[in-house]
């Protein structure tokens, strides 16, 4: 499960002022549920159920309240999920006990929901009866927009997901290599190749890599691994230098990752190709001091 941003605050004394002479309170201590407040902004709405999982096991849930789906007819735009919870029985210890009897307020909104509260805040209409009727057409269509916008970002990500695991089956046949080359079958690929090998030794290298990788005139699988297979022989070799040079400086005194074997084969293989290259300091004078082009 994936997430855009988590933040948290206590309310402050002028929103709390600001509050109780908005709305009637008999006693705003005990009734005001969101003194703290923590909002949790994700990417899938077909996350929110794993969300809501982990509120349950680590949070008592007092209340739940669906401002998205329970929306009103005098409201308009997005809302969001609002949990009001106390702490659950996880957290224990006296640093916990003059809190186990306050609430927190937890919303959790996509991003899309979240871009929309942005703006409604800005516009400062609460109500659908404060807009302007020129105007009110134009803002129901666009929450409509943008609840079609998230929709489709699920659907996407759900064929993203199907996509990544025919790549995996396909691994497994002869028409593997005929897939075209982009990130996610560049993964699968080195995976594929380099079976013994970290893929990376830092989060997000396969990009670095492949993003070198698309400059190339290189259209499928099979084009990047006539390259590679050249080297076959040489590949143990061209590992060993690397990492007897660099391990300490690059690789975290590990071994290098297979992204990188493949980065510096194909710097090996084109000349043109090793100079266009952003790599670091000294590699591309130890390519050509250390290996012949073919």
């Known amino acids: 499960m994936e997430f855009s941003t988590i933040n948290y605050r206590a309310k402050t004394l002028n929103s709390f002022l ?47 309240i669906d401002k998205l789906n329970d929306k009103g007819s005098d409201k308009f735009g997005y809302g969001a999920i609002h949990y009001i919870v106390k702490i659950g029985e996880n957290s224990l210890g006296a640093r916990y006990d003059d809190l186990k009897n306050l609430t927190c307020e937890i919303q959790v909104k996509t991003v899309l929901q979240d871009a929309w509260s942005i703006i ?26 943008f609840d079609t916008a998230d929709n489709q970002f699920d659907l996407i990500k759900k064929e993203r997901e199907l996509y990544l695991k025919n790549i995996t089956n396909s691994s497994q046949t002869l028409t593997f290599l005929d897939n075209e080359l982009n990130l996610d079958t560049f993964i699968a690929y080195l995976i594929w190749k380099f079976p013994e090998i970290s893929t990376s030794y830092y989060l997000g290298q396969e990009k670095s890599v492949f993003k070198e990788i698309s400059n190339l005139p290189l259209q499928t699988l099979r084009d990047l691994d006539n390259i590679i297979s050249k080297y076959k022989q040489e590949i143990p070799v061209i590992k060993e230098k690397f990492e007897e040079t660099y391990s300490e400086e690059y690789f975290n005194g590990g071994e290098i990752s297979s992204s990188i074997l493949v980065s510096a084969i194909l710097q090996i293989d084109d000349k043109e190709h090793l100079q266009k290259c952003t790599v670091p300091e000294g590699i591309k004078d130890f390519i050509i001091e250390n290996f012949n082009k073919k």
């Open 120 to 145: 409604d805040h800005h516009l400062v209409y609460k109500r659908e009866s404060e807009i302007p009727k020129s105007l009110r057409r134009k803002l129901n269509s666009l929450a409509g927009l």
């Open 18 to 64: 600001e509050k109780i002479q908005r709305k009637t309170y008999d006693n705003p201590f005990d009734e005001i549920t969101d003194f703290a407040g923590v909002r949790i902004v994700y990417l899938y709405q077909t996350d929110l159920e794993k969300i809501e999982e982990i509120i349950k096991k680590e949070f008592v849930i007092v209340e739940k």
